[in-house]
Every structure is written in structure tokens, then in C-alpha cells.
């Protein structure tokens, strides 16, 4: 009992609540509890991302013994592994100024079934406080208030793309950062959030976790939570990983290169020396490269390999390392349906020599890539079959954000007409968006207008997917977009261009479209509150490499209106991606 009369329930009572509540709750039921306001095509796209993974309190047994016991009175495992914390150990330090020697807090996880028998955890973090304690304090202040009671989303995939969207979405709703950290006990990073208080699940804090040690995105939400920022030598620690950035893009794009992802395995170890082998390397530079690939989650090393490398290193002998995929490396693997590796190419050859020329762009805002090569992207890219190439295949390679597009109202709506129609792919590149919608809709046709090089790509592709049969081709530019279709999309176009530009290819549509047809736009989207974002990495990288810009959805609005467009409505998509809907204005 606290001093004013406060009965608070024994640690077991409260343990037993978070049981009960990991078994009865799901991601889909859960998020928005935790989020009002959170729903439809939004939370469709989040759900798939995450997986609710445990509910998590702190408790305060007075001796091991007690632990098992509470743990054996609510149905849990006794004899589950514990391991040290880091990022709970050190908020209480702070918290209550004490010193991190005096805070032995422990990690355990004993498993608990969800309400379709998924495999979920109760996280319990054990401060052990014996009778008469001077800790005795603490934990009835940490009782009362909850601190670190809190619900846990896991990525199903540990994709800093992704990690950062999650976060974006979750301040739209409301959540604030409320500190985290990385824990190298067990290689993974946390996220802790403040939910809204209108929130009607009982759990004001959330976290989220990710496999791997992602610093980037953990540095960005500690500079927005100010009580978590560590010691004062930390902006140095944080700008030496900020000007480090460049050597990760070529890594990246040299572990694709050398065909490293696709000489692994992503369920076995494979030793350096044997990849050394495969792939016509140095062991010893390989091993060098592996190393800090493993830092970015791409890689993992062999745990036990690593053990016994590092007794062979003790007795003076030379360890042998060993390496396997991960699910982050493998979408750099050529043969991967859903993989990255043209993009990583991309980014660490042209646009990355280009960004090297950003303060004269700048200077003068005239586009590095100009400056560079001596003429602009989309010139430089046809005169150079190879490249034009690379070049549509990165633009497939973030085709994922186009996963939920033929479910749109509008493609939904054609689809279900009496008679057929026909979506106009303006500028659709290899036609991996078209070719999406037609698979989903064998009833809709479709027609992709590109230059001559991209269109036979695409009829290539479409044929491949065997929705060639259903498809025209227009070879040439945005004066002859053709008329009479029913729905038009622009994916991902007018980001490259200026406003006069993008309102010259808007009026093009509009003079193509009949009345009653649509106009579907792919873009992102800048923040208008300024919080962190995709697209506004983006919109540095179209000024300095093709002299456009991304804009805010008014922005957009307002280019249409000068087209005799009128935007409807906008819907989100994967990767901070959105799709704006417009029609002609009345």
C-alpha cells in the first residue's frame, strides 16, 4: 500500500493480466486499440509488416525462488533462460539515479499461445529486491506507475526501409517516441513509443522491435525523445555513423557484385574461405567485408564458428569464420522474385557519383548528374542500353509499394464493369505495375505507353506473365498519351520533373481522358509536419539527380487544378508511398 492509500496488485496478479491479455488479442485487433483512428487501406498495409509478439511488465521478486513461483502460479515455464538487460536497466538508472552496478535486471520470455495458437511471450523484466531493501522504493514507484509496462510489435522482416515507414505511420496516429535502444546481447533494436491516451487497450507505451543492430533509425528516435539522448559524447558517435553512410551503400552494392547473396545460404553457415572460392575472392578481404556487413543485419555469422574463432585467436591460431543470409541479404540475391539488387547497383554507380557534385546543385540548381556527365539522366540513361536497363529494373525493385494498388476502389470498379476497360500506363517503365493489375483482373486490358527500348522490355515481361494478350503498346512521350481510356495511372513520373513540366503532363492526360475516367498518381508524400521521412531523403535525391522534387499532397492539388483536375482522395501505400486519385473537375 502506497502512502495515500493506493493498493497495488502483487506482482503475480499483475503477471497474470498480461498473460490473459497476450492470449485473447491479435495485430489486426490490436493496433487500433492502441491507435484510434488507425483503419481501412492503412492498417491493411501496417498489419502485414508486424506481428503483436508479447505483452511486457516489470516485476520484483524477492529471490529467484519467488520468480519461479509466480511465473509457475500463472501457467508460465519455470525454467525459462534468462539474459541481462540493457535498455530497461538503464531507463531505471536514470529514472531514479542510481547507478547501473546497483541494477541487476534480467530478461526473460516464458512462451504463451495466442488466440489462433501463435507463438507469443510474456517479457518480464526481474529486478530481484530483497525484504528491507534500499530498492524497496523503486519498485513501488515502478509498481504505480507503470513505466515499463508496454505491447510489443516485431517486423517480420528487418528492413530499415520498412522500420522507418512503421515508425512514420505511428507518429501519424498519435504515438511519440519515448526512448529505446540497441542490445547487443541479443542483436536487436527497440523502439519504445508513448501511445495516445484515448487509446482503450490500458497500455500507454508500445514497442517496437527489430532483429539487428539498426543505429541510423535508432538515433533519429532518440533526437525526437530528448529525456533518452545518452552522454554528451554521443553527437560525435552519431555524426562519425551519419559520415560513415557512403561506405555502406558500396558495400552493399559490392556484396551484390561480387554475387555473395547468391553464393549463400540463408539456413547454413557457409565458411569464408568456401565463399572465398565461389566467388573468385580474397578470404582475407572477404572475411573484412562479411564482418561489417554482419553490423547491418545482411549477414550473420555462425554463432558456435564464432566461438570457436575466437578461442583459435586466444591460443594464437587463425579461427575460421562462417557466414549465412539473411532475410535482409537475400533481397539482394539476382534470383529473388522481389529483389533489390539493380537498386543497390544504381545507388552506389550513377547516383551515387552524382550526389558527389550536391553542393553545386546547390550552388547553382543546376542537377549534379548534369554537371556530371554532361547531360541529363533520362539522355544519358538511353544512350546506354546496359544502364537503361539497370535503370527500369531499380524502378521494379520498389515494386512492392504497388502490392495493395489493384485492390484500389478505382481498379476494383473497372474490373467489375459489364464491359471490358482499359487501364493507360503512362510512362509504366517495364510494365510491373501493369502487369500486376491485369494478373489480379483478367478482365481489364491494358495499355502501356513508354519509349521504344522500355516498351519492348515490357511486352517481354507482360507476354512472360501472360498478360501480353491483353495489352497495346505506344511507343513515345508524354504528348501522346492516347485517349479513351478508363483509368490512367502515373506511377512514379511526376517526382522527376518540375511544376511547369508536371502540369504540361497532366494536361496531356486530361485532354486524353473521357469524362467519367480516372487518374490514379504514385508518389510520396512530404510530411507537412516534418516528421522523418522517405520521401524527404527523395526529394534530395530528384533534385540532385534529375532536377525534380517530391511535394505535399496540397502541392499536388493545386498542380491539378491547373490541369482542370480535381484530387479526390489519397490512400497509402508500402515503402511511404501514397496513390492520389483525381478526376476531371466538374
Excluded at 71 to 90: F, H, I, K, M
Excluded at 253 to 282: I, K, N, V
Amino acid at each position: 500500500m502506497l502512502p495515500d492509500g493506493t493498493t497495488l496488485p502483487d506482482d503475480t496478479a499483475r503477471l497474470r493480466a498480461a498473460v490473459d491479455f497476450v492470449r485473447e488479442h491479435d495485430t489486426a485487433t490490436l493496433l487500433p486499440l492502441l491507435l484510434p483512428g488507425l483503419r481501412g487501406p492503412e492498417l491493411e498495409s501496417l498489419a502485414p509488416h508486424c506481428r503483436f509478439a508479447h505483452a511486457g511488465l516489470l516485476l520484483f521478486p524477492t529471490d529467484p525462488q519467488d520468480l519461479r513461483r509466480q511465473l509457475a502460479d500463472c501457467g508460465l515455464a519455470v525454467d525459462t533462460p534468462s539474459q541481462p538487460s540493457v535498455v530497461v536497466r538503464e531507463r531505471l538508472a536514470r529514472r531514479h539515479r542510481r547507478d547501473l552496478a546497483e541494477l541487476d535486471v534480467r530478461i526473460l520470455r516464458p512462451r504463451v499461445q495466442g488466440p489462433a495458437g501463435e507463438r507469443r511471450a510474456v517479457e518480464v523484466f526481474a529486478l530481484t529486491v530483497p525484504p528491507h531493501s534500499d530498492l524497496g522504493a523503486l519498485a513501488a514507484h515502478e509498481r504505480a506507475r507503470g513505466h515499463e509496462a508496454h505491447l510489443a510489435l516485431e517486423l517480420e522482416h528487418p528492413d530499415p526501409l520498412v522500420l522507418r515507414g512503421l515508425c512514420a505511420v505511428l507518429a501519424r496516429h498519435g504515438a511519440r517516441p519515448d526512448g529505446g535502444g540497441y542490445n547487443p546481447h541479443e542483436d536487436g533494436t527497440v523502439l519504445y513509443f508513448t501511445t495516445p491516451a484515448a487509446g482503450a487497450c490500458g497500455y500507454r507505451r508500445l514497442e517496437l522491435y527489430t532483429p539487428g543492430d539498426h543505429r541510423d533509425a535508432l538515433d533519429d528516435h532518440l533526437r525526437a525523445a530528448p529525456q533518452e539522448r545518452p552522454d554528451a559524447a554521443r553527437p560525435a558517435e552519431t555524426l562519425l555513423r551519419l559520415l560513415t553512410g557512403a561506405w555502406t551503400t558500396q558495400a552493399l552494392a559490392a556484396f551484390a557484385r561480387l554475387g555473395l547473396p547468391d553464393a549463400m545460404d540463408p539456413h547454413a553457415a557457409t565458411s569464408t574461405r568456401e565463399l572465398a572460392r565461389r566467388t573468385a575472392t580474397r578470404p582475407e578481404n572477404l572475411g573484412t567485408l562479411l564482418r561489417y556487413l554482419t553490423m547491418l543485419d545482411v549477414v550473420a555469422e555462425d554463432a558456435q564458428d564464432a566461438q570457436d574463432a575466437a578461442g583459435a585467436a586466444a591460443a594464437g591460431a587463425a579461427g575460421e569464420e562462417s557466414f549465412r543470409l539473411t532475410g535482409l541479404g537475400a533481397l539482394l540475391r539476382a534470383d529473388s522474385p522481389d529483389t533489390m539488387r539493380p537498386l543497390a547497383l544504381m545507388y552506389a554507380g550513377p547516383f551515387y557519383r552524382s550526389f558527389a557534385a550536391l553542393d553545386h546543385t546547390v550552388r547553382t540548381g543546376q542537377p549534379g548528374f548534369d554537371h556530371l556527365f554532361g547531360e541529363n539522366h533520362f539522355d544519358h540513361f538511353a544512350r546506354d542500353p546496359e544502364l537503361a536497363d539497370l535503370f527500369d529494373r531499380s524502378m521494379a525493385a520498389s515494386s512492392r509499394m504497388f502490392e495493395p494498388l489493384p485492390a484500389h476502389p478505382v481498379i476494383a470498379a473497372a474490373a467489375r464493369a459489364s464491359t471490358p476497360r482499359t487501364v493507360v500506363d503512362v510512362a509504366g517503365g517495364n510494365g510491373e505495375l501493369l502487369g500486376r493489375i491485369l494478373t489480379a483482373h483478367p478482365g481489364l486490358r491494358g495499355t502501356l505507353l513508354e519509349r521504344p527500348h522500355a516498351v519492348e522490355a515490357a511486352r517481354r515481361a507482360l507476354d512472360s506473365a501472360g498478360c501480353g494478350a491483353r495489352c497495346d503498346y505506344r511507343s513515345g512521350d508524354f504528348a501522346d498519351v492516347p485517349h479513351g481510356g478508363d483509368v490512367y495511372v502515373l506511377s512514379r513520373i511526376l517526382h522527376d520533373w518540375d511544376d511547369d513540366r508536371c502540369r504540361e503532363i497532366l494536361r496531356h492526360c486530361a485532354r486524353a481522358m473521357p469524362a467519367h475516367a480516372d487518374l490514379l498518381i504514385v508518389e510520396r508524400l512530404l510530411p507537412a509536419d516534418g516528421s522523418p521521412s522517405l520521401a524527404t531523403a527523395w526529394d534530395l535525391h530528384m533534385m540532385c539527380n534529375v532536377g525534380g522534387r517530391e511535394r505535399r499532397a496540397e502541392h499536388y492539388a493545386r498542380l491539378l487544378a491547373d490541369a482542370g483536375l480535381e484530387l479526390l482522395d489519397r490512400t497509402p501505400l508500402p515503402l511511404e508511398a501514397y496513390v492520389l486519385h483525381a478526376r476531371k473537375a466538374r
